[in-house]
């Protein structure tokens, strides 16, 4: 009875163990949903060729009339063009900034099909709200899919970076690491991390460009900067 009993004992020590482990390593849905978006960035490829890339930014121009933010927030030469891997779709992606009111990670993206018309189109902006704390909101073919104003003073990454100096490191692929860099942290960095993931999900993945304006290789500035220390 008492080897029973042990038996018994150590099965019920291991099947402990076990289940202590599953859920130690059970990832959170911010987690899956950053490693999803990181995962979808392998399905496109930056397009180099400058003709192309103008005649998508041309593209843009005529359909940028029907959004409501201010054009001369769009930074064109910060601009992206992406072909989306075994597809006919291109990709651009526009930031959105003013140095002082929009976070750097702001941008517009827009899915061309084969004929140069547009698919869908999302809208991220990481913005100042009226109570100097940051708003965010992303938008898919104009409606709202998730909107959160925090109680989180408002910084843009230029701001952030000046303010902590050396200090911010990040190594490896950490998409948390990475908005810290841009200067989202706290609550913000949560929400805008779990839009990134949901974004990916609204049209089979390729919505995933919308909050990877950074990741997916813009070159100057702060994004750049922040880009360098969190790619492995």
């Known amino acids: 009875m008492k080897k ?16 202590n482990q599953a859920f130690a390593s059970t990832k959170t849905e911010n987690e899956l949903n950053q490693e999803k978006m990181l995962a979808e960035l392998d399905n496109f490829e930056e397009i180099q060729d400058k003709n ?3 005649e998508l930014k041309s593209k843009f121009d005529e359909f940028s009339t ?6 001369n927030l769009f930074k064109y030469d910060n601009a992206k063009a992406y072909n989306v891997k075994e597809s006919n779709i291109k990709a651009l992606t526009i930031p959105v900034t003013d140095g002082e009111n929009y976070n750097e990670i702001s941008n517009i993206s ?11 189109y999302t809208e991220l902006y990481v913005s100042k709200s009226d109570k100097g704390t940051f708003e965010i909101e992303l938008l898919l073919n104009g409606k709202v899919q998730a909107q959160k104003i925090t109680d989180e003073k408002f910084t843009t990454a230029k701001e952030y970076q000046e303010k902590h100096g050396g200090e911010i490191q990040p ?3 950490n998409w948390d690491n990475f908005l810290e860099c841009m ?11 779990s839009v990134c993931g949901f974004a990916c999900a609204l049209t089979a993945g390729t919505a995933c460009i919308v909050c990877a304006a950074g990741v997916l290789g813009f070159n100057s500035g702060a994004i750049g900067g922040c880009l360098a220390g969190s790619w492995e």
Do not use: K, P, R
Request: negative net charge; proline residues 0%; charged residues 10%.
């Open 4 to 19: 029973v009993y042990s038996i018994l004992t150590i099965m019920a020590i291991l099947l402990s163990f076990s289940v």
């Open 52 to 54: 192309s890339l103008d």
């Open 66 to 71: 029907t959004l409501e933010i201010d054009n």
């Open 110 to 120: 827009v899915y061309f099909d084969s004929n140069g018309e547009v698919l869908h």
């Open 171 to 173: 190594m490896g692929v």
């Open 183 to 193: 200067g989202i942290t706290g609550i913000a960095a949560g929400f805008i991390s």
